[in-house]
């Protein structure tokens, strides 16, 4: 997929200049349980040595280093580095078996346009990892269409889908947080915002996956 490396590539050019203030990295971590397959939760990670607050979603701080191999024939492959001394990733990936199969969307965006859309954006799954002591290594490829949920996006009864305050959440008031609950204590009733709930309340549980 020369299109993918060629992203890539660019993606570890910008990594390099976000020292600069001009760009920074992103990652977007969907997290999934290695040993059943499930969605666990998603985290959200920067670059960089302070919070970013992107499109109304705070990034963590999380340094790390990439790494970007390529071989003939075969599909890009990047290795994430990184010291997780406050156990952001760690404890993720000890208690759900190393999260083989989470998603990964990496995001360079202009530290000037924190509202607007990424420079780039290229989703990666997780393939394996490994930590020793506090450093932990990530390898990521090219997300695989074998492994994509279909449809994409999975119909909930009780959990909403979409993320807090983005434009499909339509959520702009003052309160900083969200439960991704319909009624739940800190849910979309507790916001007022009822009519954008991203689950499907109205379907009945049988054992089922629903999807459009």
């Excluded at 990892?129 to 695989?144: R, Y």
Aim: aromatic share 8%.
């Amino acid at each position: 997929m020369p299109n993918k490396a060629l992203s890539v590539n660019t993606v570890l050019e910008k990594n390099k200049l976000a020292s600069g203030n001009a760009f920074l990295v992103l990652m977007e971590i969907q997290v999934m349980n290695a040993h059943t397959g499930q969605f666990v939760e998603t985290i959200f990670v920067a670059n960089n040595n302070e919070p970013v607050v992107f499109q109304n979603e705070t990034y963590v701080p999380f340094p790390f280093d990439l790494e970007l191999k390529e071989e003939a024939g075969a599909l890009p492959e990047l290795t994430l580095r990184a010291m997780d001394f406050q156990k952001v990733l760690m404890n993720k990936l000890n208690e759900f078996g190393g999260a083989a199969g989470s998603i990964l969307i990496m995001r360079i965006v202009n530290s000037a346009n924190l509202n607007g859309s990424p420079e780039i954006e290229e989703t990666f799954e997780l393939l394996e990892s490994s930590a020793n002591d506090f450093q932990i290594t990530l390898k990521i490829g090219v997300e695989s269409s074998l492994r994509k949920i279909f449809p994409r996006r999975t119909q909930m009864r009780d959990r909403c889908a979409w993320r807090y305050k983005s434009a499909e959440c339509g959520y702009n008031g003052s309160l900083p947080t969200c439960d991704l609950t319909l009624q739940g204590p800190n849910g979309c009733a507790a916001h007022g915002n009822t009519v954008n709930f991203g689950g499907f309340p109205g379907l009945v549980s049988r054992g089922i996956r629903y999807g459009r």
